[in-house]
């Protein structure tokens, strides 16, 4: 095609994948047409692609592993039916509201163990901004530090296990899903951690993003310690079952998803708050949810067909190899691509388009770990820059979710209230790249 050698055709695909992604074509398809176009380019015919089309399909969804997906979503659209979420933020008010910046602390800890129960960052922040934003503004905080704050406690959702993207990238990089779950425990209450003491510090450096609200908390009645203790009771006997299940190898990731959904469902139910009229509502969502994503999964595993004609991923693992520069400053520059992506992608596509040219690109590059050390520390790496991507401006997509919310708070007030939270997931990635045990560590304990 137009002279162009196998790698021309490869980047000049991936480019116009690209620009089809600024003009708002959505990704799926876009992956699925520059992926037939592409093999066709390659191959010089319509037959190997139609080949091929006729067995990836089936080859695709057949997989065990991917049932995993559309049970984590059953589980979050129950946990959000069923007001646990709501039961989390009162948990947390009750043990961090009294500090100074509490109510927002209390949003962050939520939208933590929110998150260990839905797996998606759009729904974690989506459910909790409904839930802790009007309390914020109640107790009189600025409307950059709500905002700020909600958009970044949504990103934990995709890091605290179980995360769906996790359960992607382990089927991509071919990696054990539990082993990765355990990977990102300590990662994930870091960047719980770390967001806590952002606020510390932001509240203190700016007190009167706090308004009036130190006193009104400090005189505030909260519900009684047995009230708030069954109120979350569903939430943490489902995630020790879940999680400690699958790390006790009582059960798969993907039995241990069900076993969520089911005890989910039925946690919602005894609430009252899932009922006929709702869970139709939950079984929809979930089916279109599942449906969106499977079309990402069939898209980008036909471009990454495309791919493996082209060569591309191979080229360009031997092309780093020959280079005579540090592998930490090839990994600087991966994840500085992840960080400008997530300015337009959501965290599933940017895992699915990337993932098959840059993680055999960096595997083989000498990090002082073995393979599958290297690919869970990767892609935890990966999946904390995926998350930075979401809150950073000006195309964040958990500041456009929060700021839908508050529709009376101009994105510039939001941009700003994000900035102390981006600063301490910088800061979390440099930790993470250079103490590579604090990913790993925890993993050779345990397996």
């Known amino acids: 095609m137009m002279g162009l050698n196998n790698i021309e055709l490869a980047a000049t695909f991936f480019a116009l994948l690209l620009f089809l992604i600024f003009m708002r074509i959505p990704i799926g398809l876009s992956m699925l047409v520059c992926g037939l176009v592409g093999s066709w380019a390659i191959n010089g015919s319509w037959l190997p692609v139609m080949s091929q089309m006729k067995t990836l399909v089936y080859e695709q969804f057949s997989s065990y ?64 901004g409904q839930v802790a934003l009007p309390e914020m503004k109640k107790y ?151 449906g969106m994503i499977f079309f990402i999964i069939l898209g980008a595993a036909v471009f990454n067909t495309f791919l493996g004609f082209s060569q591309l991923p191979q080229t360009a693992a031997a092309w780093v ?22 300015c337009v992608m959501d965290s599933l596509s940017m895992i699915l388009l990337t993932i098959p040219i840059f993680f055999p690109m960096m595997a083989a590059l000498d990090f002082g770990l073995n393979p599958e050390e290297f690919a869970l520390w990767f892609g935890i790496l990966v999946l904390i820059v995926v998350e930075v991507g979401l809150i950073t401006p000006p195309v964040g997509m958990n500041l456009f979710v929060i700021n839908s919310m508050a529709r009376n708070v101009p994105m510039g007030t939001t941009y700003r209230g994000v900035l102390p939270f981006i600063t301490t997931d910088l800061i979390r990635v440099l930790v993470l790249v250079t103490f590579p045990f604090l990913t790993v560590g925890l993993v050779r304990l345990m397996f």
Not at 190 to 213: C, E, F, H, N
Request: hydrophobic share 55%; proline share 4%; charged share 10%.
């Open 65 to 128: 592993s991917l049932s995993i997906v559309p049970l984590f979503l059953l589980m979050g659209q129950f946990a959000t039916r069923g007001g646990m979420s709501a039961a989390l933020f009162r948990a947390a008010e009750a043990s961090l509201g009294r500090l100074k910046g509490g109510v927002a602390m209390a949003a962050i800890g939520a939208c933590a163990a929110f998150g260990a129960i839905c797996g998606s960052s759009l729904a974690t922040a989506a459910t909790m």
């Open 140 to 290: 009189g905080y600025s409307d950059d530090l709500a905002t700020g704050a909600l958009a970044a406690g949504g990103t934990l959702g995709i890091l605290i296990p179980p995360s769906i993207v996790l359960v992607i990238y382990a089927i991509l990089a071919e990696q054990n899903i539990a082993k990765l779950f355990v990977a990102a425990l300590v990662p994930g209450l870091l960047a719980s951690l770390g967001y806590i003491l952002a606020i510390a510090v932001y509240v203190r450096l700016k007190p009167q993003t706090l308004g009036d609200s130190e006193g009104r908390v400090q005189g505030e009645t909260v519900s009684s310690g047995k009230d708030i203790f069954f109120g979350v009771l569903p939430v943490l006997a489902i995630f020790t079952v879940v999680i400690g299940g699958i790390y006790q190898g009582w059960f798969t990731p993907t039995e241990g998803a069900a076993v969520g959904a089911a005890g989910t469902g039925l946690a919602a139910f005894a609430s009252g708050g899932l009922r006929w009229p709702s869970f139709k509502g939950a079984l929809l969502e979930t089916a279109t949810s599942t």
């Open 321 to 342: 190899t020959s280079l005579e520069i540090s592998p930490y400053l090839v990994l600087a520059a991966v994840l500085v691509c992840y960080l400008l992506f997530g």
